[in-house]
């Protein structure tokens, strides 16, 4: 069975400064990984996703992730931080051998200071 | 294009009654997913529908029955609601069966079963 960890149920940045948010996960066959965003009383939007074509991924909105097998991670990050950018972000795997489904992290809450 | 929509978006039950949510997309999607979010629980997986004719069970199906009703609808049905199932409920719905095809959410329905 596979698991997505998410390290960090609260992140805080000032605008401006750059966001990091954290995904490991554990499987045991590398899985195809995803990065949801979900604002406010909405449903998720996809952000990006590792496909296996490329391990630096880039998204919508300026967010890029890094695929590292050798540290089951797949961290999410932005160079500059957006007072829209505050939201809940989800990150999501699948590899398929059983429901086909999306296992996803517990989420972490980006807040961004003024 | 609406994309997935879902019907209601807010309901309160009393245990024991029981209700149907709605799901629909028009995008011509073969496969489509009930999900539950709960507080610091991320989204897990309730059934999936592969194809239309199809329905299998997720993470956590006790409790919940689905139909398939054709390519573009997939109801949730609480036969007996309990105080457990309060939560957020998202439908999703993807082209295919393609492990890195995007599964596209609607906006939610909140239930509280009092």
């Known amino acids: 069975a596979q698991s997505v960890t998410q390290l960090g149920s609260h992140v805080s940045v000032s605008e401006g400064a750059l966001v990091l948010l954290r995904c490991n996960y554990s499987?045991?066959?590398?899985?195809?990984l995803f990065w949801y965003v979900q604002y406010p009383n909405q449903g998720l939007q996809l952000l990006l996703k590792?496909?296996?074509?490329?391990?630096l991924v880039k998204g919508i909105n300026g967010f890029e992730a890094e695929f590292k097998k050798s540290e089951t991670s797949f961290h999410l990050t932005k160079p500059s931080a957006h007072m829209s950018d505050a939201a809940e972000y989800f990150c999501a795997a699948i590899s398929g051998g059983g429901a086909d489904g999306l296992t996803f992290g517990k989420g972490t809450h980006l807040i961004i200071q003024p | 294009n609406a994309g997935v929509t879902q019907t209601p978006k807010f309901q309160v039950l009393k245990t024991g009654q029981s209700m149907t949510l709605q799901c629909a997309q028009d995008?011509?999607?073969?496969?489509m997913y009930w999900y539950r979010q709960d507080p610091g629980m991320g989204l897990r997986l309730i059934y999936y529908s592969a194809s239309e004719g199809t329905t299998d069970k997720g993470e956590v199906p006790n409790g919940y029955n689905v139909s398939r009703l054709n390519k573009r609808e997939f109801s949730l049905r609480l036969e007996s609601a309990a105080p457990s199932q309060t939560s957020v409920y998202f439908c999703?719905?993807?082209?295919?069966?393609?492990?890195?095809?995007?599964?596209?959410f609607g906006p939610g329905t909140r239930l509280t079963v009092l």
């Open positions: 590792y496909t296996s074509a490329a391990t």
């Open positions: 995008m011509n999607h073969n496969s």
């Open positions: 999703a719905s993807k082209a295919g069966l393609a492990l890195t095809d995007t599964q596209y």
């Open positions: 499987s045991s066959v590398p899985p195809y």
